[in-house]
């Protein structure tokens, strides 16, 4: 069991203009989900509650599989949703977004296609931890439109992945370090569409009634035409391993572990095996194809490489360098990871962990930077 103290609440609504409500949600112990169905008469419903069912099963794993597990959980939906509609005809054109996340151990692991969303909200900040795959964040990131044209664009809703679609899917994976006080708020288009990230923000860090903060948002999105349907799921993380604890009588019944196991005995066995299957050049090509995020002359910084050194040898190098000093980020959860290293996939998912993760963990005034954007 792991440590990471949560709450939640979750709710439906089939808005004001649509007849069915083609959207669903799980809401677990630790694993949650929004999907938004799409695909005429009953096939969107079919789609996305299909899909859902191979997540839920996530739930009764332990924490840490069902972490593992979450991207290939989100392909088997795809997977089932795209023989159901082989298989029948009225379900032809059916698809699904889905955004899921497991938390475990003080991180949100997200697997995620589609529009649908899932923001952190992180003392006065939100971000946007889901990637939109739709036309216009396409076209935006090729610099054919500006966010806010994006916002407004008649063709805002067209996907450029969905689970059903194709045999095989292409699925956003990110693993987030959260801290106590954290809150996720996973949510259909019908909501971010309709609010403004700054409204989502500050709704869902309004009180600590979750059910209210559910009921509050959906009520604005109907109240301003509720144009689609709406679903909104609120995580609240009260602690996470390693943090000092709540009075005790609040985790009473919940094991916790002293801390997260480290980066590096795993990075070690990985290093070890590596080097037994693909000797040493193998290993230095893996090196030099990952990257995470550390500590260079008390700065955050990125390399390139594997968070190790063998003797003499160091199997990474710094690949880009930020403003901001390791000693100004306030939570010492974050800090402590930093000093260890964070993983990620790819320079792009290093930036993000960086703007996603680090950046709202130091106080207003360090964050100017002087890094250009
Ligand atoms: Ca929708």
């Not at 924490?63 to 082989?86: L, T």
């Not at 889901?130 to 054919?144: F, I, P």
């Not at 996603?356 to 930077?369: D, G, H, N």
Request: proline fraction near 4%.
């Amino acid at each position: 069991m792991s440590g990471t103290l949560i709450r939640s609440a979750a709710l439906t609504d089939v808005g004001r203009s649509r007849e069915r409500n083609e959207d669903a949600y799980f809401e677990g112990q630790r694993v949650f989900a929004v999907a938004d169905g799409l695909g005429g008469h009953r096939a969107g419903e079919v789609a996305s509650h299909l899909a859902l069912e191979s997540i839920e099963s996530l739930d009764d794993l332990d924490p840490k599989r069902a972490a593992r597990d979450i991207v290939d959980a989100v392909r088997r939906g795809n997977r089932s949703v795209y023989e159901r509609q082989q298989k029948d005809a009225t379900l032809k054109g059916m698809g699904t977004t889905m955004t899921a996340v497991v938390i475990s151990e003080g991180y949100a692991h997200l697997a995620h296609v589609g529009d649908s969303r899932c923001y952190l909200i992180r003392g006065e900040t939100i971000r946007q931890i889901s990637n939109d795959h739709t036309l216009v964040a396409r076209m935006v990131s090729e610099g054919k439109l500006t966010p806010d044209q994006a916002e407004v664009h008649p063709q805002r809703s067209v996907l450029t992945r969905a689970l059903g679609a194709d045999k095989d899917v292409d699925v956003q994976e990110t693993n987030l370090v959260l801290a106590p006080g954290d809150r996720l708020v996973l949510c259909s288009d019908g909501l971010s569409g309709v609010l403004a990230e700054s409204e989502i923000r500050r709704y869902a860090s309004d009180g600590a009634d979750l059910d209210e903060i559910c009921r509050k948002l959906i009520d604005t999105a109907n109240e301003r035409g509720g144009p689609d349907n709406v679903t909104a799921i609120v995580i609240d993380v009260q602690d996470t391993p390693g943090e000092p604890g709540p009075a005790p009588a609040a985790i009473k019944g919940l094991g916790r572990r002293a801390r997260r196991v480290p980066v590096r005995p795993i990075v070690w066995t990985m290093l070890i095996v590596g080097v037994v299957v693909g000797g040493w050049f193998g290993v230095r090509t893996w090196a030099n194809g990952s990257y995470y995020v550390g500590e260079d002359n008390g700065k955050v910084v990125i390399y390139r490489g594997l968070p190790v050194e063998v003797g003499v040898l160091s199997l990474s190098s710094v690949e880009e360098t930020t403003e901001i000093e390791v000693e100004d980020v306030t939570n010492p959860s974050i800090r402590r990871s930093i000093e260890e290293g964070i993983r990620a996939d790819s320079l792009e998912d290093a930036r993000r962990i960086v703007e996603v993760q680090i950046e709202p963990a130091v106080p207003i005034r360090q964050t100017s930077r002087s890094t250009p954007r």
